[in-house]
Nanobody
Framework: QVQLVESGGGLVQTGGSLRLSCAAS????????MGWFRQAPGKEREFVAG????????YYADSVKGRFAISRDSTKNTVYLQMNSLKFEDTAVYYC?????????????????WGQGTQVTVSS
């Protein structure tokens, strides 16, 4: 069974940076797509970034393009989300998710496994 554990969240000022990590276990992730989603209070969970495990193809939400970067270290079974130039509106709980296909998707319904989330708070 796939398990995902996020870490790296915290409080940061506007314009600052954070790096989130997602440690994955429970199997081999070749053939998977890993994604980061976020959910702010009162809002729906939205796609942030995704990466296909084997080929490393990345894709982003327009709101974070150029500021965030997703990567993976297959030797550590870990996915990262480097967040730069953080804005107040980036404040949310960030979730790591896994989808058993290497077809890129921004649709959260296609992601079967989820972590517990890590809080990111950007102060203005």
């Amino acid at each position: 069974q796939v398990q995902l554990v996020e870490s790296g969240g915290g409080l940061v000022q506007t314009g600052g940076s954070l790096r989130l990590s997602c440690a994955a276990s429970g199997g081999t992730f070749r053939g998977f797509t890993m994604g980061w989603f976020r959910q702010a209070p009162g809002k729906e969970r939205e796609f942030v970034a995704g990466i296909t495990w084997s080929s490393g193809v990345t894709y982003y939400a327009d709101s974070v393009k150029g500021r965030f970067a997703i990567s993976r270290d297959s030797t550590k079974n870990t996915v990262y989300l480097q967040m730069n130039s953080l804005k107040f509106e980036d404040t949310a709980v960030y979730y790591c998710a896994a989808k058993p296909s290497e077809v890129p998707s921004k649709n959260r319904d296609w992601y079967h496994d989820w972590g517990q989330g890590t809080q990111v708070t950007v102060s203005s």
